[in-house]
Nanobody
Framework: EQFVESGGGLVPPGGSLRLSCTVT????????IGWVRQVPGKGREGVAC????????RYGSSVGGRVTVSTDSTKKTVSLRLDNMQPDDSGEYFC????????????????WGQGTQVRVSS
């Protein structure tokens, strides 16, 4: 499986983060693509996940109601928007893949993308 991640970088406080991930070479009909972030001093946090088996979306408690996930299942693409970004949202964001469901606690996944750095600053 290969990951193509886009987005991230510098985000102003109160702004929105937009990330997109396309995974090619998926081997099974049921899969889950999500986002996990590594925040300094906090460890890994699950942000969101989409499961193709039932079209369900799950969201991490650390991001509350600030996250929106959109998908294009035919293209195996999952996009994320995280609103009202704050400095403690800074970190490295990873696109992740699992079969067939979202990872346990939204942080345990079969395969990880290369990650993208996000910094919230004015």
């Amino acid at each position: 499986e290969q990951f193509v991640e886009s987005g991230g970088g510098l985000v102003p406080p109160g702004g929105s983060l937009r990330l997109s991930c396309t995974v090619t070479g998926i081997r099974f009909d049921s899969w889950a693509i999500g986002w996990v972030r590594q925040v300094p001093g906090k460890g890994r946090e699950g942000v969101a996940c989409f499961a193709s088996s039932d079209g369900s979306k799950r969201y991490g408690s650390s991001v509350g109601g600030r996250v929106t996930v959109s998908t294009d299942s035919t293209k195996k693409t999952v996009s994320l928007r995280l609103d009202n970004m704050q400095p403690d949202d800074s970190g490295e964001y990873f696109c992740v893949l699992n079969y067939p469901y979202c990872g346990a606690s939204l942080v345990q996944y079969h395969k990880w993308g290369q990650g993208t750095q996000v910094r919230v600053s004015s």
